[in-house]
């Protein structure tokens, strides 16, 4: 009897009351799949004090990733889960975008870019696709002052040309009023393809070789990276790419830009991707040994 008391005592202790103290920190509800998730955050804090004597608060801190990149996956599953309709999922998930995006930028990641739509989505039902075009233009406005205040500069990708005309008009007014700022940059990937934004290059490319503005032997990967449509950011390459929902592959998504990406693939659901599940994402990524090809 006396043993199952200390038993139960010690999970108590080393478990329990950890997890109580992460969770209302990280505001995040107490449940048995959180108390899994938070037990794991309460280890690596372990971890990472042990290693305070090796590993300093500079060098942590350039080991942050400068872009993030993210594919939102798991809304609809989301909703289904929780017996709503496809619409609040895609709201939950929305919600989501605004408080991440702003936490990443509190920690001093510079970019984030999100796979908002891709070409593919277009296959989805039209009441759904007309609604998440809606959504988008409801975002880009409602958000505006936020952006504004706090210096986040907003830039949106993809093939324009098939977006309806007032989603077109939204995405000119965020890009507008927020282009002076320089430091956090949020890319939304609209009806993105990254076969199309490589085949968009090479014909940019094609066309200047043709007007003899550039020549064959100018052709290098610099100048691709220039016709592609992340080049209006510092870092356009992410250093950690993270999908949610545990599926594992990036869905046409920066196939260019990911050649040497950490791929980061958490089985949770987009909307439920809280801070705790971040911050363990950027843990794994800062203990991630990256060689890009070379040996050291």
């Known amino acids: 009897m006396l043993s199952l008391l200390s038993i139960g005592l010690t999970f108590l202790g080393l478990i329990i009351i950890p ?4 969770s209302r920190r990280l505001s995040v509800p107490l449940s048995f799949t959180n108390i899994c998730r938070l037990n794991k955050i309460a280890s690596s804090q372990g971890n990472d004090e042990e290693e305070s004597g090796t590993i300093g608060k500079k060098e942590k801190q350039e080991r942050m990733p400068k872009h993030v990149a993210i594919i939102l996956d798991g809304n609809r599953r989301w909703a289904k889960k929780q017996g709503r309709e496809t619409a609040e999922g895609h709201e939950a998930g929305a919600r989501r975008v605004v408080e991440l995006a702003k936490e990443f930028f509190n920690l001093g990641i510079n970019i984030v870019s ?9 296959g989805r039902p039209e009441d759904e696709v007309n609604y998440l075009m809606s959504m988008f233009e409801k975002f880009l406005k409602s958000e505006i002052p936020s952006f504004q205040s706090l210096k986040i500069k907003i ?4 093939n324009r040309t098939s977006l309806p005309e007032s989603l077109l008009g939204a995405i000119l007014e965020a890009e507008e009023a927020t282009k002076g700022y320089e430091e956090r940059h949020l890319i939304l990937a609209i009806n993105y393809s990254g076969r199309y934004d490589i085949l968009q290059a090479c014909k940019n490319i094609a066309e200047k070789a043709k007007n003899e503005l550039i020549q064959v032997e100018d052709i290098d990967e610099k100048l691709i990276d220039k016709e592609l449509m992340t080049s209006c950011s510092e870092f356009p390459n992410p250093d950690l790419l993270i999908r949610t ?9 920066f196939l260019w830009q990911s050649a040497y990406t950490e791929l980061y693939f958490p089985n949770v659901l987009w909307p439920d991707f809280v801070k705790a599940d971040y911050l363990q994402a950027l843990t794994w990524y800062q203990q991630r040994d990256r060689r890009f090809g070379r040996r050291v």
């Open 19 to 22: 997890c109580l103290f992460i």
């Open 245 to 253: 929902s545990g599926e594992q592959r990036i869905s046409n998504f």
């Open 155 to 158: 830039s949106i990708i993809g």
């Open 114 to 122: 999100l796979f908002a739509f891709s070409t593919e989505n277009w």
